[in-house]
């Protein structure tokens, strides 16, 4: 029995050491934890701080620390803005890496050499190491290797033991009607590691947690609101669940300024009365144009003759007689063409079905606006075609394809992403020369004929307007 006693004691005593050290380390993790977050919040803070004395209000635009503010209940947002509270904390408590964003304008610049220094020395004196990518204006792109500038910041990062913060500097382009950043250099993080070698795990790790998009993006611009984090506020997109849904797709492509010179060069532009008026009626079309299909919300992207301006010319064609957008039918709207109709366009022709080889074409002030439907099979992508007379039907294969963003006329327009490609499957290998006489049912390197509509078929799938 004494023995059993014993026994016992010892069980009990275990347990309470066990159940003691247990709770000690959690009290231990919880402390931990609680004092990595101070420390983390105030090393945000200093950063905000400092941005906000030299003139650069900076902006949330890290997608991690966005989707966990833009999940919060509806009691988290007021007209003033988010108040986040302590809920928002485990994003900064767990991030090894940070990204803001700021506008161009607002950042001391090659122009602002001074005040680039003082910004810098007031980051170094509060224990930040920093580093940054720079290049060519993008507002000056197509003659940015013709002229000797000054290079544009365009990325930095700042790095503490704690947290690494990076800062994505948005560029106002197309006269303002958009917003573009450069591409991330991961060689930002390598800099580091060079210059600092006792940091590399420590970025090597921040390089990993990097989730804002590395490739050039685009951006409509967007209105900021407040978010209140403890005692921080942040600034950060108005809507953040439309801006988080662009960042996905906000993919940038610039149109290659040196295969565009090389162009002129050999077919060096003489406009006539008729082309020159052409350049600028088709501009207005395809501003128009893309006016009513966002405002529908229809994606679209640049197609046919006009895919291969921008592409081969970083213009439009001059000697072309229309404008083609390209339109997956997953993405047709009925309210589309009654939109176009509000907006002034005429309704030209109707042809196929949505289930087969849909177009439609409108005419405004007496130039073309077609719209090509695009089906996906399982290798390729395809468009149709109808011959109004005949019923025939014709068919434009092209390789799969994603979307991009591109700029065109001042506009931020879609373009296939590998548009070498595209081009290439509706223009042959020799897309780069120019070619004035053209039938559709014949001239593209893609085309194919398929049959005939049935006639029963006709007031369906033949429908001319004018």
């Known amino acids: 029995l004494r023995h059993d006693m014993k026994l016992r004691h010892a069980v009990f005593l275990f347990v309470i050491v066990s159940v003691t050290f247990c709770l000690f380390q959690i009290a231990y993790v919880l402390y931990t934890n609680s004092n990595n977050c101070d420390k983390m919040l105030d090393i945000v803070r200093i950063f905000l701080s400092t941005c ?16 966990s503010w833009a ?18 904390v485990e994003q900064f408590c767990n991030r090894k890496i940070v990204t803001f964003g700021v506008l161009a304008s607002e950042w001391p610049s090659a122009t602002r050499k001074w005040d680039m220094k003082l ?15 720079s290049g060519p204006d993008p507002r000056l792109w197509m003659v940015a290797d013709l002229v000797k500038q000054e290079p544009s910041p365009l990325h930095f990062l700042f790095w503490t033991s704690s947290l690494s913060l990076q800062v994505v500097l948005f560029y106002e382009r197309g006269s303002g009607r958009y917003l573009w950043h450069a591409p991330t250099d991961l060689q930002l993080f390598s800099k580091f590691r060079v210059s600092h070698p006792a940091i590399q795990p420590v970025e090597e790790e921040a390089a990993r947690s990097l ?11 967007f209105d900021l609101t407040t978010a209140v984090l403890k005692d921080i506020v942040f600034h950060a997109p108005q809507d953040m669940v439309s801006f988080l849904k662009e960042q996905r797709s906000s993919h940038f492509v610039e149109c290659n300024a040196k295969r565009a ?12 009365k008729e082309e020159t008026e052409f350049l600028i009626q088709a501009r207005q079309l395809l501003a128009l144009g893309k006016e ?25 064609i001059s000697y072309s007689r229309d404008v083609d957008f390209g339109v997956w039918i997953k993405d047709y709207d009925e309210r589309l063409v009654q939109a176009m109709l509000d907006r002034g366009l005429t309704l030209k022709h109707r042809f196929g079905k949505v289930s087969d080889g849909f177009e439609l074409s409108f005419v405004y002030f007496g130039l073309k606006l077609d719209l090509f439907f695009f089906y996906e099979e399982n290798d390729h992508m395809w468009n149709g075609g109808t011959q109004a007379k005949s019923g025939r039907k014709f068919k434009y294969t092209f390789p799969k394809f994603s979307l991009c963003w591109t700029e065109l006329v001042g506009l931020k327009v879609r373009v296939p992403c590998d548009t070498l490609s595209y081009v290439e499957a509706n223009y042959g290998m020799n897309w780069a020369e120019p070619v004035r006489q053209w039938d559709w049912k014949s001239s593209p390197n893609n085309v194919k004929e398929v049959g005939m509509w049935p006639e029963r078929d006709w007031p369906e799938v033949i429908q001319v307007f004018v």
Request: proline share 4%.
């Open 292 to 316: 009513v299909m966002d405002s529908v919300g229809v994606r679209f992207w640049l197609s046919s003759g006009t895919c291969l301006g921008w592409f081969r010319q970083c213009n439009l």
């Open 52 to 67: 906000s004395r030299h003139g650069a209000n900076l902006f949330i635009v890290d997608p991690d620390v966005m989707e």
């Open 211 to 221: 989730h804002f998009p590395v490739t050039a993006g685009a951006y409509d611009r």
């Open 71 to 88: 999940a919060l209940p509806a009691k988290h947002r007021s007209k003033a803005g988010w108040v986040v509270a302590d809920v928002g």
């Open 119 to 133: 910004l810098l020395r007031d980051f170094e004196q509060s224990g930040f190491l920093w580093t940054n990518t």
């Open 261 to 272: 010179r090389r162009y002129h060069e050999k077919h060096p532009i003489e406009l006539n």
